[in-house]
Nanobody, 118 residues
Framework: QVQLVESGGGLVQPGGSLRLSCAASGIRFGLYDMNWYRQAPGKQRELVAG???????KYADSVKGRFTISRDNTKNTMTLQMNSLRGDDTAVYYCNAQYVSVLRLDYWGQGTQVTVSS
């Protein structure tokens, strides 16, 4: 059974920091590209950051220079360090594991709420 469990969300003031974690089980973690998505109320889910199996990273323009994604294949975990948070970062953040080969497999966590407000 595949499980992706996010943690670390919460309420933070503008300019503050949060660290999100995703713990994966039931998959061969090292074979999956890992991503963070977010969905704000009334908006479509969007890619925030991703890290490939080889460690290559990508970021949405809106978070470049503020967020850092990383993975630890020995612990089957992924993290998102979020600094200089803004109100428009408020959303539910989802962990995603993606395997692309002959077929594509996508797994999702249940999401964790991040609220940036004074």
């Amino acid at each position: 059974q595949v499980q992706l469990v996010e943690s670390g969300g919460g309420l933070v003031q503008p300019g503050g920091s949060l660290r999100l974690s995703c713990a994966a089980s039931g998959i061969r973690f090292g074979l999956y590209d890992m991503n963070w998505y977010r969905q704000a109320p009334g908006k479509q889910r969007e890619l925030v950051a991703g890290v490939t199996t080889s460690g290559r990273t990508k970021y949405a323009d809106s978070v470049k220079g503020r967020f850092t994604i990383s993975r630890d294949n020995t612990k089957n975990t992924m993290t998102l360090q979020m600094n200089s948070l803004r109100g428009d970062d408020t959303a539910v953040y989802y962990c995603n594991a993606q395997y692309v080969s002959v077929l594509r497999l996508d797994y999702w966590g249940q999401g964790t709420q991040v609220t940036v407000s004074s």
